[in-house]
Structures are given as structure tokens and as C-alpha cells.
């Protein structure tokens, strides 16, 4: 093999020594080459660094191999510049026995404690579950006595309440489901049995707040706004307390959303017998002051009494005249003297009659009796009271009738709460689900171990 050209060795030295060799070191190289001539060639390997110099081929003088990169020496004033490879990194058997132990610590130990609790000491849970949903029952009024039958029967109409069915399922996982649920069946007993681990296992000192979270971790509540169904499942640490919970939490949300819709009802019912009562009060009054005038004007009606009776006398004087001036024109027709006494007895009964009639015409202005206002006051002061007592009795009529509405409709349930998937009694446990929970901690510390890992490397190799 031919020597090499001096100038292709001079770039190839630049090249290798422009990795951060200063030329400070260079200088001292081509100083100490005649003994470096001596040393034996140096091969670059993971391990270190083997001189071969004195072994190179036939024909190639101090030639070195390191990694497959050919470097040969340069004359330059007839001095050799020995070129030295830079060193590898390398691997530390500290950091291996780091990382095995990081492993172990953050991987293995938390899965193998994840399964020695899942499988030895975590308690069977039990799911009671069920599917409801709040209709809202409107019944039509009819006002026809022959059709209230079928009004009864098909006078109704049903659709899905979006609002009660947001406001149950807040509720049935509330502090207030807690506390009726307390009441009722004493859920922490329940949940805080001996059997249960300590871990699933609820305090029975805990605050409301936290038997409040608590119940937030046991009882899931959706509502699919898509479908307008809800869904609820209870867990539990046996099969009858599932039931029972979930049972008894489904018939006070049924009880709930009663309450909230016949609340309004009972208010109306309140208002309808105040309304009642008013009129009453005014029909009272109203009566009061008709006998009142009835006992001063001495007439217990007026109209009948003092109107028709003077108009009927007044009907009779006046018939009366008529009679007595259609006699005195027959006698003077046939001739007689109007001196007569016939005549002029006729004509001082004809004067009679007209006084009279004057007289009864007169009492409608004003009677003559201990001073009594007129007839036409009395038949006006009786028409008002008449008219007031009238109102007032057609609106104690109307408010009775409103009042009976309104009881009926407090009576009537207008909110159901339909379980079209009631809940039943569980048979195996649901829960915990041991191989996937393992599964679970064995991949979360196994990903949080390799960036951690990741992280760390890099932040040593970035600081050497």
C-alpha cells in the first residue's frame, strides 16, 4: 500500500481535531513525537484504547484503526504527530444498578402490593342498578257534566319533565340524599361494617362532608339527555344493603319531585280559601246592610211592596175616573140639570178620586208616613244593596268552585318517577375488578417510571 499524500492526512487531522482539541495540544504532540513513535498503536474500542502502531501492514507505517476510521501519521518536518482518537463514555455499572433499582421500586412494588391487596384483602363490592324516568301528567279540565267521565279516562297527556329528571339526579347524590337515606335506613352503619377493609371501609365519625364524598364514590347517577333517561348504580358491601339503598333512594326521589310539584297546589288551595273567606266576609256585610235599610224603610222589597202596590192603585183610581166621567156625560146627554143631585154627586166623586190618585202618585217623590224618604230613594238605595249582595254571592260561588279545583289537582299526583328498569337484588360482586385494577397500577407506574427515567438521563447528559 503506497504512502498517503502528507496534504490529505493535514485535512483529516483538522477534521478529527475540530471536535474541541485545542491547538495548544497539537504543539505538545509534534514536540514528544520521536517517543511517541515508540508506543505501541492504539485501537479504539468499547472497552479502551489499544496501540498497534509497531503491527501496522507492509507498506503502511503507523497506521491506526479505531471504529472503522482509517488515521494515519503526518511528517511535518520530519516529526510524526501521533493522532490521538477521543475516549467513548463509558457505561456505568452505578447507573444500571440505579435504574434495576428504580424499576423494582417504582414499578414492581407498587404492582405487587396492588395485587396482594386486590386478591387477599379488598372487599367484594355489589351493584344494585336502575333506569328511570320523570313524566310530567297533565289533566285536561272539562266543563261539560256529560264528559267528565271521559276526561277522567283519556283527558290526560304524558311527557318527559327534562328539568325534574336534572334536578333528581343532583339530588340523589347530594348531602340531602345522604342525610334522608341516614334517616331513613342509617346508611353508615351500612357502609361501616367490620368486614369491610379499611381502606373501602367508612368512618362512622366522619363529618356529613365526608360521608357527603363518601356517597359520591358509591352511588353514580347519569342522565342521558340524548334517550331522557336516567341511570343509578349503588354499590355496596352486600347484596341486601345494595337493594335496599338502591330501592329507597329511588322512592325518596319519587317523593321529591311530588313534593316540588304539589307544593304550588298546596299554595293555590291556601290562596282559593282566603279568596273564600274574603267573600264570605263581603256577602256577610252586604246581607247586614240590607236589613238594615229593609228595618228603616219599614219594606222588606221595595220594588214588590211600594211600586207595584202603588202602581196598581194608581191603575185602579184611574179606572175608577174613567167610570164616573162616562156616567156624568151619559146623564148630560140626556138632559139633565147640572144642578142635579145625581150630578153633583158624580162630580164630588170624580173630585175624590183625583185627589186620591194625586195623593199615591205624590209617594213616589215622597211619602207622608212618620217622615219616609221617597219611594225613589228607597227603590234606589234597595237596588244597590240588591246588587252588591248578588256580586258578592256569585263570587263566593266562583271561589268555591276554584277552591275545589285547587284541592283536587293537590290531591292528584302530577309527577311520576317510571323505574322501567327497577332494582333487583345482585347475585356476584361487581367490583373491585382485581385483574384490571392490577393491570392499571402495573401501566401508570410503568409509565411514570420510564419518564421519569427519561427525564433524569436527559438532565445528566445535558449537565456533563
Request: with cysteine; proline share 4%; hydrophobic share 40%.
Amino acid at each position: 500500500m503506497a504512502n498517503p499524500n502528507p496534504g490529505k492526512h493535514l485535512s483529516l487531522l483538522e477534521a478529527i481535531n475540530s471536535d474541541g482539541e485545542s491547538r495548544e495540544s497539537r504543539q505538545k504532540g509534534e514536540a514528544t513525537a520521536g517517543e511517541s513513535r515508540e508506543r505501541s498503536a492504539v485501537a479504539y474500542s468499547e472497552g479502551g484504547v489499544v496501540d498497534r502502531r509497531e503491527d501496522a501492514p507492509a507498506g503502511v507505517p503507523g497506521q491506526t484503526e479505531a471504529r472503522g476510521v482509517t488515521v494515519e501519521p503526518v511528517r511535518r518536518d520530519d516529526a510524526v504527530v501521533d493522532v490521538q482518537v477521543p475516549e467513548l463514555p463509558k457505561r456505568s455499572h452505578k447507573r444500571r444498578w440505579g435504574g434495576l433499582v428504580s424499576f423494582i421500586l417504582c414499578v414492581v412494588l407498587p404492582t405487587v402490593i396492588a395485587g396482594v391487596y386486590y386478591f387477599a384483602y379488598a372487599t367484594d363490592q355489589y351493584v344494585a342498578s336502575f333506569k328511570f324516568i320523570v313524566r310530567d301528567i297533565s289533566t285536561s279540565t272539562s266543563t261539560s257534566a256529560a264528559t267528565d267521565a271521559l276526561t277522567a279516562m283519556v283527558g290526560t297527556s304524558s311527557k318527559a319533565s327534562p328539568f325534574e329528571s336534572y334536578m333528581l339526579v343532583e339530588y340523589m347524590t347530594s348531602r340531602q340524599a345522604v342525610q334522608d337515606l341516614q334517616n331513613k335506613i342509617d346508611i353508615v352503619t351500612r357502609y361501616s361494617r367490620p368486614f369491610i377493609d379499611s381502606w373501602s371501609r367508612l368512618d362512622p365519625s366522619a363529618s356529613v362532608e365526608g360521608i357527603a364524598r363518601y356517597w359520591k364514590l358509591m352511588a353514580r347517577v347519569e342522565y342521558d339527555t340524548v334517550q331522557g333517561t336516567s341511570a343509578a348504580e349503588i354499590r355496596a358491601f352486600t347484596a341486601e344493603d345494595a337493594f335496599l339503598i338502591a330501592e329507597t333512594l329511588l322512592s325518596l326521589g319519587e317523593d321529591l319531585v311530588n313534593e316540588m310539584a304539589q307544593r304550588p297546589q298546596r299554595e293555590a288551595v291556601q290562596y282559593a280559601e282566603a279568596e273564600v273567606k274574603r267573600a264570605e266576609n263581603r256577602l256577610k256585610t252586604v246581607i247586614a246592610d240590607l236589613a238594615a235599610f229593609r228595618n228603616e224603610s219599614g219594606v222588606i222589597d221595595p220594588l214588590t211592596n211600594l211600586v207595584t202596590s202603588n202602581a196598581k192603585v194608581a191603575a185602579e183610581l184611574r179606572s175608577s175616573m174613567a167610570m164616573i166621567q162616562t156616567e156624568m156625560a151619559a146623564m148630560k146627554r140626556q138632559g139633565l140639570n147640572p144642578n142635579a143631585q145625581q150630578l153633583q154627586a158624580l162630580q164630588t166623586k170624580l173630585r175624590a178620586t183625583e185627589d186620591q190618585l194625586k195623593e199615591v202618585e205624590a209617594q213616589v217623590s215622597k211619602t207622608k208616613q212618620s217622615g219616609n224618604s221617597s219611594i225613589a230613594k228607597i227603590v234606589a238605595r234597595f237596588e244597590e244593596l240588591e246588587l252588591e249582595r248578588v256580586f258578592a254571592q256569585n263570587m263566593l260561588t266562583s271561589t268555591m268552585q276554584t277552591l275545589e279545583q285547587a284541592r283536587a289537582n293537590a290531591s292528584a299526583k302530577r309527577l311520576y318517577v317510571t323505574a322501567f328498569v327497577k332494582p333487583a337484588e345482585p347475585q356476584v360482586s361487581t367490583y373491585p375488578r382485581r385483574s384490571i385494577s392490577v393491570l392499571t397500577v402495573a401501566g401508570a407506574a410503568l409509565l411514570l417510571w420510564t419518564i421519569s427515567l427519561l427525564l433524569s438521563r436527559s438532565i445528566g447528559e445535558h449537565l456533563t
